[in-house]
């Protein structure tokens, strides 16, 4: 799109672009639509205004649904894939494109490709995203380490909140996070990096969450509760003004009524100390 005509005044017939999706600079003197009718290929004819290149494929120029690559396939990422699916419905905002695995292992189930392993991810373009997460209680504390291993920047992570999700226009909420529908977030809550928040949480005002810690189904917190980097919160547990220390497990249903320190499995209403995480 650098040609320039000699005269300025007058349509280049050289300046048309096939299979563009974007609005996008260019620097072409040209401002008129163009039409080659002497070839007989099937190509997108693009209206030049100013600075912009206008496909007329897509005449509104909203923008184009991002590409989206999902860490694993089934249990949780599915829930993940069934939320992007409802955002698009709302408004087309991404184009899941396949998935990777640990191993690079196809699922059987998997309606998606599989396009490799978790090394793969540092090969992908660098306009693709990524979303989705591949642990349990009994690996949690390995999620750090595998999405440094990706060599992926945190900007590159998608946040996922289901539109049937509330979220507080006051709270933030970090790159990579998950929340599912159901959750409400109330308002001065900060939630980090690489959270995931299951269905139907509730967190009251001013509560804080560190990177790579997950929420399961049904955790409730009061206000001012405060929870550590890399955490485990089971199945339907409540969290009372108390504060979770790093890398800790809380069971489920369990009732949190006291800081809990780092590095430990508490159970029980009232919650108690049941054993150290070794690692």
Same mark, same amino acid.
């Given at each position: 799109?650098?040609h320039?005509?000699?005269d300025?005044?007058?349509?280049?017939?050289?300046?048309?672009?096939l299979?563009?999706?974007?609005?996008?600079?260019?620097?072409s003197?040209?401002?008129?639509?163009v039409? %080659?009718?002497g070839?007989?290929?099937?190509?997108?004819? +693009? &209206? #030049? =205004? /100013?600075?912009?290149?206008?496909? $007329?494929? %897509?005449?509104?120029?909203?923008?184009?649904?991002?590409p +989206? &690559? #999902? =860490? /694993?396939?089934?249990?949780?990422? $599915?829930?993940?894939?069934?939320?992007i699916?409802?955002?698009?419905?709302r408004?087309?905002?991404?184009?899941?494109i396949?998935? $990777?695995?640990?191993?690079?292992?196809?699922?059987?189930?998997?309606?998606?490709?599989?396009?490799?392993?978790?090394?793969?991810?540092?090969?992908l373009?660098?306009?693709?995203?990524?979303?989705?997460f591949?642990?349990?209680?009994?690996?949690?504390?390995?999620?750090p380490?595998?999405?440094d291993?990706?060599?992926?920047?945190?900007?590159?992570?998608?946040t996922?909140?289901?539109?049937?999700?509330?979220v507080s226009p006051?709270?933030k909420?970090?790159?990579?996070?998950v929340i599912?529908?159901g959750?409400?977030?109330?308002?001065?809550?900060?939630i980090?990096?690489?959270?995931?928040?299951?269905?139907?949480?509730?967190?009251s005002?001013d509560?804080?969450?560190?990177?790579y810690?997950?929420?399961?189904?049904?955790?409730?917190f009061?206000?001012n509760v405060?929870?550590g980097r890399?955490?485990?919160?089971?199945t339907?547990?409540?969290?009372?003004?108390?504060?979770?220390?790093?890398?800790?497990?809380?069971?489920?249903?369990?009732?949190?009524r006291?800081?809990?320190?780092?590095?430990?499995?508490?159970?029980g209403?009232?919650?108690?100390?049941?054993?150290?995480?070794?690692?």
């Open positions: 799109m650098d320039v005509p000699d300025a005044s007058t349509p280049c017939v050289d300046c048309k672009v299979d563009v999706r974007r609005l996008r600079p260019t620097n003197a040209c401002s008129s639509s039409e %080659n009718t070839s007989s290929e099937n190509t997108t004819v +693009l &209206v #030049l =205004l /100013g600075t912009l290149t206008l496909d $007329l494929t %897509n005449p509104s120029g909203a923008p184009m649904p991002e +989206l &690559v #999902l =860490l /694993g396939f089934g249990g949780n990422n $599915l829930d993940i894939l069934d939320a699916t409802e955002i698009n419905t408004e087309p905002t991404y184009e899941v396949g998935y $990777l695995t640990p191993d690079g292992s196809a699922r059987d189930t998997a309606e998606l490709p599989c396009l490799g392993n978790f090394t793969t991810a540092k090969q373009a660098s306009d693709v995203l990524i979303a989705g591949s642990f349990g209680p009994g690996n949690f504390h390995t999620w380490a595998t999405v291993s990706l060599g992926v920047s945190t900007e590159r992570f998608a996922i909140i289901h539109p049937r999700a509330y006051r709270s909420v970090g790159h990579g996070t599912m529908a959750t409400t977030v109330g308002a001065d809550v900060t980090g990096n690489h959270v995931t928040i299951l269905q139907n949480c509730g967190l005002h509560d804080v969450i560190g990177d810690t997950a929420l399961t189904v049904g955790v409730t009061s206000g405060k929870v890399n955490c485990f919160l089971g339907n547990s409540t969290i009372i003004r108390a504060n979770i220390g790093d890398g800790s497990l809380v069971g489920a249903h369990t009732l949190i006291e800081d809990v320190p780092p590095g430990e499995v508490w159970v209403v009232p919650g108690r100390f049941l054993r150290k995480i070794s690692r």
